[in-house]
T-cell receptor, first 113, second 111 residues
Framework: SQTIHQWPATLVQPVGSPLSLECTVE??????LYWYRQAAGRGLQLLFY??????ISSEVPQNLSASRPQDRQFILSSKKLLLSDSGFYLC????????????FGDGTRLSIL | GNSVTQMEGPVTLSEEAFLTINCTYT??????LFWYVQYPGEGLQLLLK?????DKGSNKGFEATYRKETTSFHLEKGSVQVSDSAVYFC??????????FGTGTSLTVIP
């Protein structure tokens, strides 16, 4: 069966520091991969998605970037964090171009001080 | 374009009450529809889905029927429990790369 792993689960970082959040999927190949951010008490904001290695689509211009160095690995990065980057970050995968559901990781709670 | 609108929360119910969370959608084609549940501090879990008109998705006592004529996919449960307290998201996909999520409805069930 397929599983998705996100880490770390929680992270506290100072303003201006770099960021790297990692997401990996097991048990499937060539998935679509997604990064979302969820601010406290708010809905989901799609940040990036990827349909293949090295292919990244950015939905919202901001202080973050994403990379997909391997088929089942998706990384969210920042060179310098802002206070507004605080939130709950969720990674998700979906089986290619289909009407199948997205499956989510457990999320990373990022707090910027 | 595609969009999902769900009822504003928060919703507070007593245990064993009937639950309805409204969801309507706008789509250019024939989407699949989904309900997700998010428990505090966790990611989203797929609760149920329906892939075509008149399909009924069901899971854990929750049900939702895909109504094309009213473009709706309302979530219902006959008797809620304290453990159902969570945030519920309605979503649609037309098979492309993107999902469209509602803003979420927070449900609190009190004993």
């Amino acid at each position: 069966s397929q599983t998705i792993h996100q880490w770390p689960a929680t992270l506290v970082q100072p303003v201006g520091s770099p960021l790297s959040l990692e997401c990996t999927v097991e048990g499937t190949s060539n998935p679509n991969l997604y990064w979302y951010r969820q601010a406290a008490g708010r809905g989901l904001q799609l940040l990036f998605y990827s349909v293949g290695i090295g292919q990244i689509s950015s939905e919202v211009p901001q202080n973050l970037s994403a990379s997909r160095p391997q088929d089942r690995q998706f990384i969210l990065s920042s060179k310098k964090l802002l206070l507004s980057d605080s939130g709950f970050y969720l990674c998700a995968w979906k089986g290619g171009n289909s009407n199948q559901p997205q499956h989510f990781g457990d999320g990373t709670r990022l707090s910027i001080l | 374009g595609n969009s999902v609108t769900q009822m504003e929360g928060p919703v507070t119910l007593s245990e064993e009450a009937f639950l309805t969370i409204n969801c309507t959608y706008t789509a250019t084609g024939y989407p699949s529809l989904f309900w997700y549940v998010q428990y505090p501090g966790e990611g989203l879990q797929l609760l149920l889905k329906a892939t075509k008109a008149d399909d009924k998705g069901s899971n854990k006592g929750f049900e939702a029927t895909y109504r094309k004529e009213t473009t709706s996919f309302h979530l219902e449960k006959g008797s809620v429990q304290v453990s159902d307290s969570a945030v519920y998201f309605c979503a649609l996909s037309e098979g492309g790369n993107q999902f469209y999520f509602g803003t979420g409805t927070s449900l609190t069930v009190i004993p």
